[in-house]
Structure formats: structure tokens, C-alpha cells
Nanobody
């Protein structure tokens, strides 16, 4: 089982910045994709950003130009740099790693989340 631990969440004023980190326990395969999702109270979990093993990135329209995803493959860490934060970015942020078949560790793994609160 792959374990993920997020950190970096905090309470900030609108316009501020945070950097979230997600560290993964060791896994056997070099093929994966990492993502960030968020869930606000009373809302469904939504996609924020993803990055492939080779570094290809995608972003939700709501965060484009403000958030940047990156990774350190050697350390098995994925980051989410969040700038120009808005109150609507307030949510629990979860990271996910997808490990495809035929890797022995194949599957989707989620972290417990880190809380981001943005006040106006």
C-alpha cells in the first residue's frame, strides 16, 4: 500500500500564497500520475491539477495562472504552489497518486488532506 501525507495547509488572507506538499511512501513502479483535488464543505470533491511522470501538467480553469504543480521524483513529493488565493479556494486539499497496471502497487491512493482557508 502506498501512503500519502499532505502538508502546508494554513489560514491566509486573500491574495496570499501557500505551497502544499504531498509525500509518498515508496512504491515499486516508475509509472504514475499525481493529482491534487479539493473539497469544500457541502460540495463535491473537484479536480485541481495533475502532473504526469514526465512532467505534463493540467489545471482546472478556476486555478489556471494562479496554481503551479511540480514534483520531485527522487523524493516522491508533489507540490502545489498556490498564489493569488481567493476565498473560494477554501477547501480540504487532497493529493492522489495513480499507479497503473501491471505495477504491483497499481491503483488510486489518496492522502488525508490538508486544510486551506482563505479569508477576505
Amino acid at each position: 500500500q502506498v501512503q500519502l501525507v499532505e502538508s502546508g495547509g494554513d489560514s491566509v488572507q486573500a491574495g496570499g500564497s501557500l505551497r502544499l506538499s504531498c509525500a509518498a511512501s515508496e512504491y515499486t513502479c516508475r509509472y504514475f500520475a499525481r493529482s491534487w483535488y479539493r473539497q469544500a464543505p457541502g460540495k463535491e470533491r473537484e479536480f485541481v491539477s495533475s502532473i504526469s511522470m514526465r512532467g505534463s501538467t493540467t489545471y482546472a480553469d478556476s486555478v489556471k495562472g494562479r496554481f503551479t504543480i511540480s514534483q520531485d521524483n527522487a523524493e516522491r513529493i508533489v507540490y502545489l504552489q498556490m498564489n493569488s488565493l481567493k476565498p473560494e479556494d477554501t477547501a480540504m486539499y487532497h493529493c492522489k497518486i495513480y499507479i497503473p497496471a501491471p505495477c504491483p502497487d497499481r491503483g488510486d491512493y489518496w492522502g488525508q488532506g490538508t486544510q486551506v482557508t482563505v479569508s477576505s
